[in-house]
């Protein structure tokens, strides 16, 4: 079934953006009802269902009929699309310094594989943007390389820490061997 296009639907959308745009009495009392529903979409205190039970509830509220109210909440639905335009660019500003805060608590709370993942979803944010120079190339000299220069903390006396694990590992080995009695037989 093909729905009808509400006739009222871009004046109203207009409205929204433009003060000096006329509205009818009709189309004034159609506008605060839709505006109610929006209040409602956002509301902590009254949780809804489905879609047909803010339909009731405004219906109710206004004295109209159910199917007026359903139209409504379709109506205000597309309103809200028109009234707020997403911004992609600060949306996404948003959500990467909202990921590298999780990496900083996560690293501070020494959990290391959320700090993985949220470096998988920076990845992904970025990986997928070349920007409008192209594909951002970093070059990576490894014989002076310097992890803290891409964002990775220095671990003070990580060459001793190294040669510490290394010489313990050497000796459990050892001491594996010590512990078992040499059972060959003697040559003649």
């Known amino acids: ?8 639907l871009d004046i109203l959308a207009k ?31 009254f949780k809804f269902r489905s879609e047909n039970e803010l339909a009731i509830k405004i219906a109710k509220e206004y ?8 139209k409504e909440v379709e109506m205000c639905k597309q309103l809200y699309v028109y009234g707020n335009p997403i911004d992609w660019k600060f949306e996404r ?5 909202s990921i590298k805060n999780n990496i900083n608590e996560a690293r501070e709370n020494a959990d ?9 979803n920076l990845i992904d944010i970025i990986g997928d943007d070349k920007g409008e120079d192209g594909p951002t190339v970093v070059n990576i000299n490894v014989l002076n390389y310097n992890p803290t220069l891409i964002g990775a903390v220095e671990i003070e006396n990580l060459d001793d ?15 594996v061997f ?4 040499d059972v060959t037989p003697e040559k003649k």
């Open 112 to 120: 290391f594989k959320t700090v993985q993942r949220e470096h998988k």
């Open 1 to 8: 079934m093909i729905e009808k296009r509400d006739k009222d």
């Open 93 to 97: 500003a948003l959500l990467l310094y």
């Open 178 to 181: 010590d512990e078992f009695d």
């Open 63 to 70: 004295d109209i009929s159910r199917l007026t109210a359903r």
């Open 161 to 175: 820490m190294i040669k510490t694990m290394i010489a313990k590992d050497k000796e459990k080995e050892e001491r």
């Open 15 to 45: 409205a929204i953006t433009d003060d000096t745009v006329q509205l009818t009495v009709d189309q004034r009392n159609k506008m605060i009802r839709i505006e109610r529903i929006s209040r409602y979409y956002f509301s902590k205190s």
